[in-house]
């Protein structure tokens, strides 16, 4: 589209989590007006640490807001799979760091720093907060939104980024709901001091057995790991309740360093979420309203992807404006680029990384004399 065009684009983003927020800033440097729209009355993010890939980082560089984030995130190299014990299985270089000149490192960064960065460098006054989608409705040109409360707001272009209950999406693209995976995600983060001497540099580690998945990610820049439990679980209430000794009998067998940090955990501090995404959909987009990140293709976390093609998608959705003649024309280039990728990622996040699937995920590299013990 013409500059003076993007810059007469009104453009309306629903949801301010990581593709919402990196959709208002990819936008807004394209020249258009841009308004996020968010539920929650105030911004932050819970949970654990996760992996910026070089892709993402290099988006942030192009957008200028490489600092901000790497201010808060420490530089990983590689990453680890052990066994229950702690035998090796694999250990690789992080998925296409030898594609980008620019960037070759993973950056591990903590949920929330992550977001705060984000939304720090969008402009005052961009971000609404508490603005509860009740209902889109798509003008062929335009599109309007109603929040509850009765505030009302048009737009040339919606952007719903408002994650795996998307009202966006339910309304317009699809109404099947969230797919439970049978497993739970048990997340804390810790003093470094308290890993037992199990972490020793900035490379990410899982140790795997008996369907239980235990991560270590450092976060050095905070003096922090983040400690995670993906466990099978037939429970698929969105926020289950949990004993010390339920989550202890997850990580029972696996290293004893393991076990000893979960006995050590604040049961306070722990946050527990069943584990569920979305089966792929077919249709992100009509004339005037787009999907981005979760609310598109949320997927089970064992590939660790979910906030990086977030970001993305958002790169993305401003290279096909920026391209394209017309918004209609740009809406199907942006879901061309990216629905065949996260399609991919959705099923590969599926298939998980038990034992008897690494070689599956990752040919070649699990290496015969180290195969997992029980």
């Known amino acids: 589209m013409h500059s003076a065009d993007l810059k007469d684009l009104k453009i309306a983003v629903v ?12 936008l807004s440097l394209l020249g258009a007006r ?6 929650a009355p105030e911004t932050g993010e819970v949970g ?8 993402t980082m290099n988006r942030f560089r192009e957008w200028g807001i490489f600092d901000a984030v790497a ?36 950056h591990l960064i903590h949920r929330g720093d992550f977001i705060e960065a984000l939304l720090g460098v969008l402009p005052d006054g961009m971000v609404h907060l508490g603005h509860r989608l009740e209902t889109v409705r798509d003008r062929g040109d335009g599109a309007h939104l109603t929040f509850a409360g009765g505030a009302t707001a048009g737009a040339d272009l919606v952007v719903g980024a408002d994650g795996i209950k998307s009202v966006v999406r339910r309304q317009l693209f699809s109404e099947r709901g969230p797919v439970f995976s049978g497993e739970h995600a048990y997340r804390a983060v810790i003093p470094a001091a308290d890993a037992h001497g199990l972490v020793v540099d900035d490379n990410l580690r899982m140790y795997i057995g008996r369907g239980t998945k235990v991560y270590l ?10 400690f995670d439990i993906t466990a099978r679980c037939p429970d698929a209430t969105w926020s289950p ?18 076990v000893a940090i979960t006995r050590g955990l604040d049961m306070n501090t722990v946050n527990v979420r069943a584990v569920y995404d979305i089966d792929p959909v077919d249709t992100w987009h009509s004339d005037s309203v787009v999907l981005v990140g ?3 293709h949320s997927m089970l976390h064992h590939q660790g992807q979910g906030a990086n093609s977030a970001i993305e998608d958002a790169g993305a959705l401003a290279d096909a404006l920026r391209e394209a003649d017309t918004l209609p024309q740009a809406l199907a280039l942006y879901q061309a680029t990216r629905k065949p990728v996260t399609d991919r990622l959705q099923r ?19 290496p015969a004399a180290a195969a997992p013990q029980e």
């Open 348 to 366: 590969i996040s599926r298939q998980g990384w038990t034992e008897d699937e690494i070689d599956d995920v990752f040919p070649g590299q699990k």
């Open 71 to 106: 201010a808060v995130s420490s530089p990983s190299d590689c990453f680890e799979i052990l066994t229950a014990g702690g035998e090796p299985i694999m250990k690789e270089a992080w998925p296409g760091i030898h594609d980008f000149a620019e960037e070759t490192k993973t």
């Open 15 to 26: 949801g301010a989590g990581y593709g919402g927020a990196a959709a208002a800033k990819a």
């Open 294 to 296: 979760d609310a598109a």
């Open 241 to 258: 309740e949990i004993t010390k000794d339920d989550l202890l009998a997850t990580v029972a067998g696996f290293d004893e360093r393991l």
């Open 217 to 226: 990610l450092p976060l050095r820049h905070r003096g922090q790991v983040s």
């Open 34 to 39: 841009v308004d996020v729209y968010e539920q």
């Open 48 to 55: 654990a640490g996760i992996g910026l890939r070089p892709a």
